[in-house]
Structure formats: C-alpha cells, structure tokens
C-alpha cells in the first residue's frame, strides 16, 4: 500500500509545476477591447506568469520575513524586470489616451497582477504613492527628484500607527476630528521646516526597503485626524530607522515592517498636503486604493477558479475526473458566477470614477465585494483540492491565504463599510 501511495503521491508531483505556472484564462468579456489593449494585457499576463508567480511562491515559503528583503532576494529582480517590461511607467507612457482608455488599461493590467502574485502586485504597485504627491505638488525639483522616467526609488505609503489602523482612514466617522485620539506620528513646523517624531506601524507596505514615504501625519493634533498633513520623505535622512520586516499569514512576497522617525527633519516644501485639505486628500486616496484592491483581488479569484477547475478536470475520484461529479460542477459554476460579478463591478467602479466625480462608496463596494469573493472562491477551491490542498506543494493554500489578509489591509472591510454607509 505506502507503494501504491508513493507512486500516486510522485505522479500528482509531477503536474504541481503546470498548477503553479500556466493556466488557461478564463474569457475575458469586455466589449470592444483594442489591439493596443490586448497588447498591453497579454505582456502583463506574461510578466504574471513568468516572473511573479515563480518568485511570489520562492517568497513566501522563505521562513524569515528578513530573507525576503536580502540582498540576493529574488525579489530585486521582479522590481528590475517590472522596470524593464515597461509595466512600472504604464501611466506616464499612455498619457496621450483619455482617462476612460488608461482606465481600461489599468483594469486588464491590475487583474493579471493579482493573477500574479498579490503581495509582489501591491509592492510594485506601492512603490510608485511618492509620485503622485509629488505630482500633486506641482513643484518642480520635486516631480524632478521623484517623478522623470528613469528614476529607482522604491516608495511606500505610511499610514497606520501602532494605535491606530483603519480608525485614521474613517473620515466620516465622529472620532476622525477628535482631539482627545492621539496620533502616534505628529510632525512639527518650524521655520522653513517640519520636524517628525514618532513611528508608522508593522504594516506599512514597502516599509523596510522603501526609499521615500508618503508620509501620512498629524501636523494639528488639536483637530485630531483632521489636522494632518501629507509630506514626501526621503527615508535617508537622519533619524530615521526602520524595524524587522513583519512575519505573517499571507502575502509574504510584501514586505511590511515600522519606520521611526527621530526629530528628522524636512524642508517645508515636502510638506504636499496640508490640515485644511487633508480629509478630502484621504477620501480621494482611499477612493483610487479601494477600487485598485478590488481590481487586483478579482485576479486573485480568477486565479483560485482556474486552479480548481483544471484540477478538477485531471484529478480522478470514483473512476472518473472529479469535474464529472454533479457537486463539483455547481460549485465551479458558483465560484466562476462569483468571479464574473466582481469582475463587472470592479471594472464599472473604475470606468465611473475614470470619467466622473469619483465616488468612495461605490470604490469601498468594489474593494470589500472582490476581496471577500477572493477568499471565499479559494476556500472552495481548496476544497476541491481536498488533502491536496492543504499541502504547499500545491498552490491553493497560499492564494487562501493572501486573499484572507486583503479583507483586512487597505482599511478592514467591516470598518470600510462602515464609511460606505456613510455615503449613502
């Protein structure tokens, strides 16, 4: 019997490498889709399948969260081979389009990240937050520093504190405007410039290689929340220090660790965004970061789906591949049905707000809406994988995994919702 048992168990490891590699794409139904646009989703699935999925797995099962971020981490090259795909400048490059087509683009490429690998999309996709401020700005030596074709700099977007988390993103709720709720990150002015003291949490995307910060802070702590400020900080300077990238469930191929700052001081010009503008700055950032969630995490199901169905297709129980058994094939369809509704909204979500007024409840809609569709189409998918599932030789249990900790980054759902309904 362990004979038997061995050979079954060898022959199964032996299409572990197609289950982790290529898969066949679900149609994608998007009407009127142009050649320029198939062009650019086809290199951004090729980029998924070659490069992230094989680095993304080597990642995670890396048991320090530090190995991640070494210098011969396999994760330098992603960012290198992003570079050079020329995924890393898609805005910049489609500039001439209208919003609505650089929308369209964004969709396709969004979803093959996801597809990808969701920790390695959210750090490259991070990695460029400084831009848009400094954009934003309209300051020259800053756009620059930051912005021109060519430059290097890995960013992050510092945001949550060690008290504080989803609570400073809530801009509808009473206590975003109370002074008696402390921040943990206040910077200072003083002359032409702005002192910060204290720290950004375990959880700040890109924080122990980031280069730069979007720095997310109080500067009038008598307003609470309300008062903060929105600077570009350069994470060389003196008095800043980082802590050890942060060990966790999922997305392990995204490091994430805490950022000290110690009286580290900058130029008043780097300061983008001010008290008085601060809570429309946050609703528009949470609007554009929600609707990308729910973008990517639509990759992350259709991933989950694809798994499971090709699998179902080779796998044999009671004499004959398992997708024959009728309990398999509604649950594939349900999964696929799931799948298809997220896919719709996020894509409409994004066209909208492309071309009108963006509206926060409609991206939050998007982001909780395909991120709990992610993990709940990879928990049936694990399912059908049964024991095999389980087990790291199979994909199914990382994609679980990194789609369980999506419903809790870029704002917790349960609290993101609470900001919906606010809007209604």
């Known amino acids: 019997m362990i004979a038997v048992i061995s050979i079954r168990r060898r022959a199964w490891l032996g299409s572990v490498n197609t289950l982790w590699g290529r898969l066949s794409v679900i149609t994608d139904i998007e009407v009127g889709l142009t050649d320029q646009e198939r062009a650019i989703r086809d290199s951004a699935h090729r980029f998924a399948e070659n490069v992230m999925r094989p680095a993304g797995k080597q990642l995670d099962q890396l048991a320090d969260p530090q190995a991640v971020i070494a210098a011969d981490s396999i994760l330098w090259d992603v960012f290198r081979q992003h570079r050079e795909s020329g995924l890393n400048d898609l805005e910049s490059a489609t500039m001439e389009l209208s919003p609505l087509e650089r929308t369209r683009i964004r969709c396709l490429v969004s979803e093959e990240m996801g597809w990808g690998d969701s920790g390695l999309a959210i750090s490259l996709g991070v990695s460029n937050f400084h831009k848009t401020f400094a954009l934003m700005s309209g300051r020259q030596s800053l756009i620059d520093r930051y912005v021109k074709s060519g430059k290097d700099e890995v960013g992050c977007w510092a945001v949550t504190e060690p008290d504080h988390g989803s609570d400073s993103l809530t801009v509808t709720e009473r206590h975003f405007s109370d002074a008696s709720v402390r921040a943990n990150c206040i910077a200072?002015?003083?002359?032409?410039?702005?002192?910060?003291?204290?720290?950004?949490?375990?959880?700040?995307?890109?924080?122990?290689?980031?280069?730069?910060?979007?720095?997310?802070?109080?500067?009038?702590?008598?307003?609470?929340?309300?008062?903060?400020?929105?600077?570009?900080?350069?994470?060389?300077?003196?008095?800043?220090?980082?802590?050890?990238?942060?060990?966790?469930?999922?997305?392990?191929?995204?490091?994430?660790?805490?950022?000290?700052?110690?009286?580290?001081?900058?130029?008043?010009?780097?300061?983008?965004?001010?008290?008085?503008?601060?809570?429309?700055?946050?609703?528009?950032?949470?609007?554009?970061?929600?609707?990308?969630?729910?973008?990517?995490?639509?990759?992350?199901?259709?991933?989950?789906?694809?798994?499971?169905?090709?699998?179902?297709?080779?796998?044999?129980?009671?004499?004959?591949?398992?997708?024959?058994?009728?309990?398999?094939?509604?649950?594939?369809?349900?999964?696929?049905?799931?799948?298809?509704?997220?896919?719709?909204?996020?894509?409409?979500?994004?066209?909208?707000?492309?071309?009108?007024?963006?509206?926060?409840?409609?991206?939050?809609?998007?982001?909780?809406?395909?991120?709990?569709?992610?993990?709940?189409?990879?928990?049936?998918?694990?399912?059908?994988?049964?024991?095999?599932?389980?087990?790291?030789?199979?994909?199914?249990?990382?994609?679980?995994?990194?789609?369980?900790?999506?419903?809790?980054?870029?704002?917790?759902?349960?609290?993101?919702?609470?900001?919906?309904?606010?809007?209604?």
């Open 188 to 424: 200072t002015k003083d002359g032409d410039d702005y002192v910060i003291r204290g720290q950004k949490s375990a959880w700040v995307s890109n924080g122990s290689i980031a280069t730069v910060a979007a720095l997310f802070c109080t500067i009038d702590p008598s307003q609470g929340f309300k008062g903060g400020g929105v600077a570009v900080v350069p994470l060389t300077l003196p008095g800043v220090s980082r802590g050890r990238p942060t060990d966790k469930l999922g997305q392990r191929a995204l490091n994430q660790g805490e950022i000290f700052f110690d009286d580290v001081r900058i130029p008043a010009e780097y300061m983008i965004v001010g008290s008085e503008a601060y809570s429309a700055v946050v609703e528009q950032i949470l609007t554009g970061a929600n609707a990308s969630m729910g973008l990517m995490f639509v990759g992350v199901a259709r991933a989950a789906f694809e798994h499971a169905l090709e699998y179902s297709k080779s796998r044999v129980q009671g004499g004959v591949p398992i997708f024959e058994h009728q309990s398999v094939k509604a649950r594939l369809f349900k999964m696929f049905a799931q799948v298809e509704a997220a896919r719709s909204l996020s894509r409409r979500v994004a066209y909208y707000n492309a071309t009108n007024p963006p509206l926060l409840q409609y991206s939050i809609a998007s982001k909780v809406t395909s991120t709990n569709t992610a993990f709940e189409v990879a928990s049936q998918a694990l399912q059908i994988f049964g024991g095999n599932g389980l087990t790291k030789e199979f994909p199914m249990e990382k994609l679980m995994r990194d789609a369980r900790a999506s419903m809790i980054e870029d704002g917790c759902n349960d609290i993101l919702s609470l900001v919906g309904a606010a809007k209604l």
